[in-house]
């Protein structure tokens, strides 16, 4: 979409990614501030465009080493598919963290690269659930949960996205 540019940011524990998100944030608007233009971090702004979202990036690690490396589907392992199955099974609940806004919604449709299904995929980016298979080193197995956008508060939501997943382990 035009306009729009992806922001990657290099995986850390869960606190200090909140703080990166809001650090960027900050400093786009001031930026823009500067040079006398605008920028919007709704998830839909144009209607007819693609939205833009906020894919979250989740794993595991105890002791320095990957938890969610293993021999099942997309080379995750069985606690990685029990934390999947505790964020699908919360997802309606979380998406009123993740997607907080009735715009969020708008971005959440058919046709424009959204997450529209509630399932998990190792290819299917209409998932709500994508598994990045870039690699088979153990450190980077992944879930990336692709239905939160930014307008959501990355504290609250990545925290909440956690408890999901850790229920789903204990469940």
């Not at 979250?56 to 021999?71: Q, V």
């Not at 009735?102 to 509630?118: D, H, I, K, M």
Request: proline share 7%.
């Amino acid at each position: 979409s035009a306009g729009q540019a992806e922001i990657d940011i290099r995986f850390g524990p869960m606190k200090e990614m909140s703080d990166w998100m809001m650090y960027y944030k900050y400093i786009i608007r001031n930026v823009a501030e500067k040079h006398g233009k605008t920028v919007t971090f709704m998830p839909k702004p144009l209607f007819g465009d693609n939205g833009s979202g906020m894919h979250t990036h989740m794993s595991l690690w105890k002791d320095g080493k990957p938890l969610f490396a293993g021999n099942g589907y997309a080379g995750l392992s069985e606690m990685a598919l029990f934390f999947i199955g505790g964020i699908l099974r919360h997802a309606p609940a979380l998406t009123c963290i993740t997607n907080p806004t009735t715009n969020s919604y708008q971005r959440l449709v058919p046709g424009f690269e959204a997450p529209v299904n509630l399932a998990y995929s190792a290819r299917n980016r209409s998932a709500a659930i994508r598994i990045p298979t870039y690699s088979a080193n153990p450190k980077s197995k992944r879930v990336e949960f692709r239905t939160p956008d930014s307008a959501a508060n990355p504290y609250i939501a990545f925290s909440a996205l956690l408890l999901a997943g850790l229920d789903g382990i204990q469940n």
